[in-house]
C-alpha cells in the first residue's frame, strides 16, 4: 500500500479552488438540494477532494473532473 501524501497549504489552496469549481459545476446542473442537503453534498465534496489530493492528485482540473465523476456515482 503506498503512503498517503501529506497536505501542504498550497495543496490546499487548490483543493480550495477545486471545490469552488465543483461547487459551480453543481449550481449550474442544478443538482443543490436543501440547505441542510447542501452542507452535507459540501462536507462530501471537501473530503473526496482531499482524499484524491492525499493519493498524489494534485492539479486542478484533474481534482474537479474526479471529484465531479464520484459525485454522479453517489
Known amino acids: 500500500m503506498r503512503a498517503k501524501k501529506h497536505i501542504t497549504p498550497i495543496d490546499m489552496e487548490i483543493i480550495?479552488?477545486?471545490h469552488r469549481s465543483v461547487w459551480a459545476?453543481?449550481?449550474?446542473?442544478?443538482l443543490l438540494?436543501?440547505?441542510d442537503e447542501t452542507h452535507e453534498l459540501?462536507?462530501?465534496?471537501t473530503r473526496t477532494l482531499v482524499e484524491f489530493?492525499?493519493?498524489?492528485?494534485?492539479?486542478?482540473?484533474?481534482?474537479?473532473?474526479?471529484?465531479?465523476?464520484?459525485?454522479?456515482?453517489w
Request: charged share 40%.
Open 33 to 35: 438540494g436543501s440547505s
Open 53 to 73: 489530493a492525499r493519493e498524489g492528485v494534485i492539479d486542478l482540473e484533474t481534482l474537479r473532473e474526479r471529484t465531479l465523476a464520484e459525485i454522479t456515482r
Open 25 to 30: 459545476a453543481l449550481k449550474h446542473e442544478k
Open 16 to 18: 480550495y479552488r477545486a
Open 42 to 45: 459540501s462536507d462530501k465534496v
